[in-house]
């Protein structure tokens, strides 16, 4: 009778010991499977963050494009200008010259 009663305890303990691996198993599981997704949700900010920085970038590239052109048609102006300015001081009389309007 005590062989019975050690393969019944041992039987016992055994089918405890498969329903918690078998329980442990699934809640690590479960973890992972939590843990994957808080991955892949800071994975996919992440890019958006990215995404939006170089959208910053490209605009901040862009107006300093604009910009420099602007600056460079001023600059141009500025001389032409400047060089409208010097011939106008060619003439006797300097600026004070009146050029006749032509009528078309």
């Known amino acids: 009778m005590e062989k019975i009663g050690v393969c019944q305890v041992t039987s016992s303990i055994s089918k405890k010991d498969k329903k918690k691996k078998a329980k442990d198993e699934m809640e690590r599981m479960k973890q992972t499977e939590k843990k994957k997704r808080r991955l892949e949700k800071a994975l996919a900010t992440s890019a958006a963050v990215i995404?939006?920085?170089?959208?910053?970038?490209?605009?901040?590239?862009?107006?300093?494009?604009?910009?420099?052109?602007?600056?460079?048609?001023?600059?141009?102006?500025?001389?032409?200008?400047?060089?409208?300015?010097?011939e106008w001081d060619d003439y006797p009389g300097g600026n004070s010259i009146i050029m006749p309007h032509r009528s078309e």
């Open 51 to 86: 995404t939006e920085l170089e959208k910053k970038k490209q605009m901040k590239r862009e107006e300093q494009q604009r910009l420099d052109e602007e600056g460079a048609a001023i600059a141009e102006s500025v001389a032409l200008n400047v060089l409208g300015d010097e």
